[in-house]
């Protein structure tokens, strides 16, 4: 994973050119935009990054409480959270971006893309590392959850939606709830139907109701065997 700033001190020119680079990966990547002016003044995703790179530096210069000043500013403006601890990569592209959150020990590689509602988070049960590490070329869709201190390995592809629990390969494509690999190296893994999952809140309700039958059939002959 690439040092945020290779260079001793917070200087102009690697900013700049950061910049420029970034300004030319949302115009790779998002065929909507239509200047260079409109980018740089109307991208909350390009907004919520470059002042996460003036929290970051306040983070790592053990500056914490103005870091994460920064970094809530930036969340009233962008409605982006992405805590000034997280290591982030060159050439991320935030697509749109209400509701992205990122975690303090997150660690995103280089030209990954993520789009609304993506959380890179913790689960709750971890301590040091406690949020995922995203290989370079990581495509995460909208609303998907990456939760816990695994990594999801290089040039992946998470579903809009997935919710990833544990560590997906590189080169694969990770669907569902929990997520899923179906396929890897460009090849199926897995013959999961897409059109009629399986609805697990449906299928608890059914084994409650199959469960509750069951009892209240043993307690009806316990009654028949008392005499009740």
Known sequence: ??????????G????????????????????AASSILEILFLYPGL???????????????KMKFIARAISQYAVKKTNIEIHPG????????????????????????????????????????????????IGNGVMIGSGAKVLGPFKVGDNSNIASGAVVLD????????????????????????????VHIPDPVSQEF???NAKIDRLEKELAKYKEEKGE
Not at 1 to 10: I, K, V, W
Not at 92 to 104: L, R, Y
């Open 1 to 10: 994973m690439p040092a945020l700033f290779p260079t001793p001190y917070f």
């Open 12 to 31: 102009g020119i690697y900013l700049f050119k950061r910049l420029i680079e970034d300004i030319q990966t949302v115009k790779e990547r998002d065929p």
């Open 47 to 61: 907004k919520a990054i470059r002042i996460h790179r003036v929290a970051n530096w306040f983070f790592r210069h």
């Open 86 to 133: 997280a290591t982030i990569g060159r050439r991320f592209f935030i697509d749109h971006g209400t509701g992205v959150v990122i975690g303090e020990t997150a660690e995103i590689g280089d030209d990954v893309t993520i789009y609304q509602g993506v959380t890179l988070g913790g689960t709750g049960k971890d301590t040091g590392k406690r949020h995922p590490t």
């Open 167 to 194: 560590e997906i390969p590189p080169n694969s494509t990770a669907v569902g709830v929990p997520a899923r690999v179906i396929k890897r190296n460009g090849k199926r893994v897995d013959n999961l139907d897409q």
């Open 206 to 208: 059914c084994r409650l």
